[in-house]
């Protein structure tokens, strides 16, 4: 092989190495979420939004059952990508009602830039809305569920979106009345490049 061609390789392969990181992640700019930047103390509501164009990205939370059975979150946010353009509308789906088990995609085809939660002593759990963007009349495909989180009730969740070309557009949960918490696995698509006419897919 000629060894012009195998620097022009090398130096390609170094950009889009660099570009998207360890774990082919281009969300170079994102909100860090750290150990101490909790957006609700055990037993209170919260309203958590991602700033303008920007969805979640990453979700952390941590149990505790001496202070109700209830979870402290977090969340990480990162700008869409410019394909997608700018949202045109974003707003609260319907309540998801606390002690049952539930499933809810963004509807208009939206994707999920926030959460609001709030606490309820009678049931030791929480109710849920996701605060949805929808872009422009870009369509979801590829759908798929991630695995459980926690892995086991009681334990921490983080899970961190990797996949560049993937975002959470909702979720479904298992609650159990034992040990009074929850299990998450979110629903992520990939966002057609060109406008559909579907309006809910």
Not at 4 to 23: E, K, M, P
Not at 145 to 171: K, N
């Amino acid at each position: 092989m000629d060894l012009t061609l195998l620097c022009v390789l090398l130096s390609l392969l170094t950009g889009a190495w660099g570009q998207y990181g360890d774990y082919g992640y281009p969300y170079q700019q994102y909100h860090d979420y750290g150990d101490d930047g909790w957006v609700n103390l055990n037993r209170q509501g919260f309203n958590f939004q991602c700033p303008q164009g920007q969805v979640v990205v990453a979700v952390r939370s941590i149990f505790s059952k001496k202070e109700g059975s209830d979870r402290q979150w977090n969340y990480a946010c990162a700008p869409t990508p410019q394909s997608l353009g700018e949202p045109s509308e974003c707003w609260w789906e319907e309540i998801n009602r606390a002690g049952t088990e539930w499933y809810q995609t963004c509807s208009n085809n939206g994707l999920v830039a926030g959460f609001q939660s709030r606490y309820f002593e009678s049931v030791l759990d929480r109710e849920w809305q996701f605060y949805c963007c929808r872009y422009s009349k870009r369509c979801p495909y590829s759908c798929w569920l991630t695995t459980e989180y926690p892995g086991h009730y009681g334990e921490e969740v983080d899970m961190v979106s990797y996949s560049y070309d993937y975002y959470i557009r909702g979720a479904t949960t298992t609650f159990s009345a034992v040990e009074r918490d929850r299990q998450w696995k979110f629903i992520m698509c990939r966002m057609t490049d060109y406008d559909c006419e579907f309006a809910n897919v």
